[in-house]
């Protein structure tokens, strides 16, 4: 699933998953308050450029593995499956 659109900007079609997922966030959490002022073009600090939003990624990303990694710590069995598809480029289908 991508995260970023060709659009970097709010209330956009096409801004990707990232943007409108702080949008439909943005409807009920007040501390996304500012996105309002974005959306009624009273501030243009908008603190969700394609750097931003990576940092942001990344930081959900290494949140998440370090819950799990925790989790796989404190059980007494865990098992792993991982499922993959061959790239079709890589030779395996010729």
Known sequence: ???RGTSERLYEL??????KV???IGQFDVVLEHLKRINNQETQNKYLSKNIQ???IS???N???NKIICMIKNAKHFSIIVDTTPDKCSGLNS
């Open 59 to 61: 930081l959900i990303s």
């Open 22 to 24: 702080v949008e439909a």
């Open 14 to 19: 096409n801004n990707g998953n990232f943007l």
């Open 1 to 3: 699933m991508t995260f």
């Open 63 to 65: 949140s998440v593995k």
């Open 54 to 56: 990576n940092e942001i």
